[in-house]
């Protein structure tokens, strides 16, 4: 069993920053390849960030891309989102996601992935 517990986010002023942490707890080995998403109200859940489960690749959504920096700790087996330069846009629920697989792919379809965090509220006042 496996389970994501994200924290962090709140309220945050735009051109802010703030980060958002997932513990990864239960079976945390082989390790996964692990994302963020997120769901505006209104509107689908999109990828944002994703890393590789050796942690060597990483992919962004455009538009996060140098904003946003994902990392993950495998001490603590915590995946961490920084955000930067925040945006009205950004506002909304954010998930952890990660996904079991073999080889070193950043995975961003929501479908890749097995197991999910109960999210975290984002949002980003103009």
């Known amino acids: 069993q496996v389970q994501l517990t994200e924290s962090g986010g709140g309220l945050v002023q735009a051109g802010g920053s703030t980060n958002l942490s997932c513990l990864i707890s239960?079976?945390?080995?082989?390790?996964?390849?692990m994302g963020w998403f997120r769901q505006a109200p209104g509107k689908e859940r999109e990828f944002v960030a994703g890393i590789s489960r050796t942690e060597l690749s990483t992919r962004y959504a455009n538009s996060v891309k140098g904003r946003f920096g994902i990392s993950k700790d495998k001490v603590t087996n915590t995946m961490y989102l920084e955000m930067e330069r925040l945006k009205p846009e950004d506002t909304g629920v954010y998930y952890c996601a990660g996904g079991v697989l073999t080889t070193n792919t950043v995975l961003t379809r929501g479908d890749d992935y097995s197991y999910w965090g109960q999210g975290t509220q984002v949002t980003v006042s103009s």
């Open positions: 239960g079976r945390t080995y082989p390790p996964f390849a």
